[in-house]
């Protein structure tokens, strides 16, 4: 704090002080029993001569606890400096809406007080800095809820209809790095099986940015390609996303902050990440995996089932041969090695479901024929 704002504070003090001097004194000549007491009740001069003094003595006092009252008010600038600075927004517009509904409600009921007495307008003020400060508080933690409600609101939507503040159109989500730079993310919110909300945090892109400026070439295709693929989701299809300015600066890897995100909103992840979502189970939070529905909606193959593959490389076992269907399924033929690069019949005769995906086993049609 410079010496100007000092000085400046140091007079505004002074001044305060002389006015509640002043009103105390005035307060205090117009009661009849403090006048008696000094006997001053029917003395002009001596009433005027104590207004002085009261006035005199106020200031003084208020000019020795400048230099106390300048310490508190830094130290309060600061700390309002230092939270601003992590808050976003989002977070300030809505905590000062939060705090000036709650001021408006708060002022019609504690106004009946302070028509009575001083000490009672103190009182209704401590209830009014309360009541901001919880207003602004609930304001800034059911933000996201907030801007659904509005949202659902301009759009003929229906309020929520539960506790979480789901409405009709779906559970907000969201969308982690890598389901971003997957890109299928697009195709699932074209078909329409994909509702609600999508948010982006913050964080995420900054990631997604650092890599598409990466100085390797295959990490900076990733990047582009992340990005790429939101631009086509924001302007080609018809899906509310929202951007999320909310951040957890003393929490460093972007998982992490994504789960704690999660929990706050109150949200699902959608991710295409194996270990983020055994962390997520672990801590609580829905998670929507993309591996876990493209494997859900692969064709059923039951074993029995005869199909004609292409063989094109050879498998870890001896003899073995892989091929792969058109979703990516692998197939791994008994004896199929000799056969790469051929057309052949084969016999599904197991099926494996793993974490990684699903995988065939099948022999070749013409060798059970043979032992039939």
């Known amino acids: 704090m410079n010496n100007l704002i000092k000085k400046g504070l140091k007079g505004l003090f002074i001044f305060i002080g002389l006015i509640l001097g002043f009103l105390i004194g005035v307060a205090l000549i117009r009661n009849a029993n403090f006048t008696n007491f000094l006997g001053i009740s029917n003395n002009f001069a001596y009433k005027a001569l104590f207004l002085t003094f009261s006035t005199i003595i106020f200031g003084f006092i208020l000019f020795l606890l400048t230099p106390v009252l300048n310490t508190l008010i830094v130290k309060l600038i600061n700390y309002i400096e230092k939270s601003l600075q992590r808050m976003t927004v989002n977070e300030i517009v809505f905590g000062t809406l939060g705090a000036f509904i709650a001021l ?17 307008t103190l009182i209704a003020v401590i209830i009014d800095i309360i009541m901001a400060s919880i207003g602004a508080d609930i304001a800034i933690k059911k933000r ?28 907000s989500k969201i969308l982690d790095t890598s389901v971003i730079i997957d890109g299928r993310i697009f195709d699932i919110c074209r078909t329409g099986f994909v509702e609600g909300t999508l948010i982006i945090p913050n964080f995420v892109l900054e990631e997604l940015r650092h890599i598409a400026d990466s100085s390797d070439s295959l990490k900076r295709n990733r990047g582009r390609r992340g990005l790429d693929i939101l631009n086509r989701i924001q302007n080609e299809l018809n899906v509310d996303i929202s951007i999320c300015e909310k951040d957890f600066p003393n929490i460093a890897e972007v998982d992490s902050k994504l789960l704690k995100l999660a929990q706050q909103l109150n949200c699902k992840v959608v991710t295409n990440d194996y270990n983020l979502n055994k962390v997520a189970e672990f801590q609580g939070v829905s998670v929507l995996n993309i591996n876990e529905l493209a494997n859900s909606v692969k064709p059923v193959v039951l074993p029995g089932e005869e199909m004609i593959i292409q063989i094109i490389k050879d498998g870890k076992e001896s003899g073995q041969g892989v091929a792969y269907l058109d979703d990516g399924t692998m197939i791994v033929v008994e004896g199929g090695r000799r056969h790469i690069g051929e057309a052949m019949g084969v016999i599904v005769t197991s099926v494996l479901q793993t974490a990684a995906g699903r995988m065939i086993f099948a022999k070749q049609k013409d060798a059970i024929d043979k032992i039939g």
């Open 144 to 171: 996201e809820e907030i801007l659904n409600f509005i949202v659902n609101i301009k759009k003929g939507g229906s309020l929520p209809k539960d506790k979480k503040g789901n409405s009709g159109k779906g559970d």
């Open 104 to 120: 408006v409600i708060t002022s019609l009921v504690v106004s009946l007080f302070s028509t009575i007495n001083i000490f009672l």
